[in-house]
């Protein structure tokens, strides 16, 4: 079975702090995508990242690094410098691409909130 | 601007009524999906489409029912017989494999 685990429930951070939110995730498959979201207090989900399961590079942009290592099944995200702006819940999620099967469906995980205080 | 629209933002229901909650998007995107968001908790898969006139069952599908008809809607149906309606519904659309894109979401709340 897959599963996305965020073991964070809420984080709180003062600003300019740099924080990590933790992502771990278990699949059978293995070729797959991982993702994270950000959903601000509007409600929408905004995409962040998608990391293919054969591209274990880190990734930074600008403010944001990811840091995927398949050895223990994580995939964490860092935001240096922590603005108010970053408040919002935080999803990970994985994507089977399960050969003829694929369906593109996202299983997440439970959420990380942010709060970064002023 | 190409995006996703879910209509209304916030809906009410009552006891033994169906609802519907509208999503369109002029992304030409093929594949569309339903999901559930509870305080506190994840998205859970609904419903999901990846053609006209076929759609599949999520991992929560009982008490909802969905259709696609057209390529840009996917409207989902909130049935009497979802005893536990009240949440958070977001829409999303995807195309060859691509990050899915969101909806603004509809708040769903019993009366």
């Known amino acids: 079975a897959q599963k996305v685990t965020q073991a964070q429930t809420e984080i709180s951070v003062v600003e300019k702090e740099d924080v990590t939110l933790d992502c771990v995730y278990e699949?059978?498959?293995?070729?797959?995508?991982l993702f994270w979201y950000k959903q601000p207090p509007s409600g929408e989900l905004v995409f962040l990242i998608r990391?293919?399961?054969?591209?274990?590079q880190n990734e930074i942009s600008g403010r944001y690094s990811w840091n995927f290592q398949k050895s223990t099944s994580s995939f964490n995200f860092t935001i240096t410098a922590s603005q108010v702006v970053d408040s919002a819940v935080y999803f990970c999620?994985?994507?089977?691409?399960?050969?003829?099967?694929?369906?593109?469906?996202?299983?997440f995980g439970q959420g990380t909130t942010l709060q970064v205080k002023p | 601007d190409g995006g996703i629209t879910q209509s209304p933002k916030y809906l009410f229901r009552k006891e033994g009524q169906n609802v519907t909650l509208s999503c369109e998007q002029n992304l030409n995107h093929d594949a569309m999906y339903w999901y559930r968001q509870d305080p506190g908790q994840g998205l859970r898969l609904i419903y999901y489409s990846q053609i006209v006139n076929d759609f599949q069952k999520g991992d929560i599908a009982e008490g909802y029912s969905v259709s696609r008809e057209k390529k840009e809607s996917f409207p989902l149906t909130v049935t009497s017989a979802q005893k536990n309606p009240t949440a958070f519904y977001l829409c999303?659309?995807?195309?060859?494999?691509?990050?899915?894109?969101f909806g603004d979401g509809t708040r769903l709340s019993i009366l």
């Open positions: 999620a994985l994507s089977d691409l399960h050969g003829s099967s694929n369906t593109g469906k996202l299983i």
């Open positions: 990391r293919n399961s054969f591209d274990e």
């Open positions: 999303a659309s995807s195309i060859d494999r691509k990050p899915q894109h």
């Open positions: 699949t059978r498959d293995t070729t797959y995508y």
